[in-house]
């Protein structure tokens, strides 16, 4: 596979499930992100890691809980979701961190509605 | 605090027509990155182009064109002869040069594009 990949491109889950969110890039690159997107609000960036280290956070709910095993995988684990929580998560990747100037390469995201 | 304003919010043109798609930024940064990104109805965000602020020419990559005017603060993207393909929403991007640090992407809202037979 090539670009970034996430799973599961859909997920409906309840208020007290627990679930977790996949993302793998196939790009060599050392820096991913979490973004969410909601209906008519811009996106927002939610985590960043580089070389595996978390390196922002932007004042995301404890029930977001990222975690980076390594350069290629990120995960969102998910728990006491709230509705408004719903929305499409879309993970990017980036060849470094370094400057501003590295495009972010995004996959298709994951829908998911909390119920 | 770096912002981007995308104010048109839908777009609908009839194929073959030209279209332009306006973006607004504001930074305090002498050197800034400015993005386009297409996201068709699959989802995921297609990088179209980065432009840095110290290069003000123009580009145009076959239907797809650029005009940036740093004197506006403007970086407008115009499609020529439109396609029902190009029908997607359309984010314009900000990001300040951090150097050792994050590259932060500033999001506008993004315009919705929608081209009719």
């Known amino acids: 596979e090539t670009g970034v990949t996430q799973t599961p491109r859909h997920l409906v889950m309840g208020m007290t499930n627990k679930k977790s969110l996949k993302c793998e890039q196939h790009?060599?690159?050392?820096?991913m992100y979490w973004y969410k997107q909601s209906a008519k609000k811009p996106l927002e960036l939610m985590f960043v890691?580089?070389?595996?280290?978390?390196?922002e956070n932007n004042s995301v709910p404890s029930r977001f809980s990222p975690e980076c095993p390594n350069s290629s995988h990120l995960f969102l684990h998910l728990h006491t979701l709230q509705p408004e929580d719903s929305a499409l998560y879309l993970c990017?990747?980036?060849?470094?961190?370094?400057?501003?100037?590295?495009?972010?390469?995004f996959g298709p995201g994951t829908r998911l509605t909390v119920l | 605090a770096q912002k981007v304003t995308q104010a048109q919010t839908e777009i609908s043109v009839v194929e073959k027509e030209d279209v332009t798609l306006d973006c607004v930024y504001e930074?305090?940064?002498?050197?800034?990155?400015l993005f386009w990104y297409k996201q068709p109805p699959s989802g995921e965000l297609v990088f179209l182009i980065r432009?840095?602020?110290?290069?003000?020419q123009n580009e145009i990559s076959g239907r797809y064109s650029w005009n940036f005017q740093k004197s506006t603060s403007s970086f407008n993207f115009t499609i020529t002869a439109s396609q029902v393909v190009d029908s997607a929403v359309y984010f314009c991007a900000l990001s300040e040069e951090r150097p050792g640090a994050n590259s932060k992407l500033t999001f506008g809202k993004g315009i919705t594009l929608s081209v009719r037979p």
């Open positions: 790009l060599g690159h050392n820096a």
């Open positions: 890691y580089s070389l595996e280290e978390r390196v």
């Open positions: 930074t305090r940064d002498t050197t800034y990155y």
């Open positions: 432009r840095n602020s110290f290069d003000e």
């Open positions: 990017a990747s980036s060849r470094e961190l370094a400057g501003g100037y590295n495009e972010q390469f």
